[in-house]
């Protein structure tokens, strides 16, 4: 009998910001060890969870880590290495990648939050108050 596949999304590791398909027990394990959820679960990121302490973060990502080379190794590439990790967050080199808009560590519900807010303050505006606003 063949292994059930389910995709994850993953969180952190070489493939963050990723989808992946795998053994449903390999799944149950990434999500069980926090360096992936399962996108179908209907929980919204950040949420379902505490926030996870240091030691939990450092075991994900070398449990991530872990699974990413076993992976490579087991598809037996010559040469063929896993990806890099994305950078530590509060590099430079991690917002590199953001989109214009968002706020480092921001989970989606809370930036919709915050434009919506933003947005109410900038119609609650009078002119003479904006910024780059010039009298005659």
Known sequence: MTDEIRE????????????LTMPAADAETAINDHWARD?????????GHEPLSEEERTHAMEAADAWAKTAWAAANIPGAEPP???PPEGTMASRQGMRPGMVEGETPRQR?????RESEQQRAMRPE???GYKTR
Do not use: F, K, L, N
């Open 39 to 47: 996108p179908h679960s209907g929980v919204p990121y950040g949420e």
């Open 8 to 19: 994850v999304s993953v969180i952190c590791g070489p493939y963050a910001g990723r989808r």
């Open 112 to 116: 919709m939050q915050r434009e919506q």
């Open 84 to 86: 890099d990790p994305p």
């Open 129 to 131: 108050d904006a910024p």
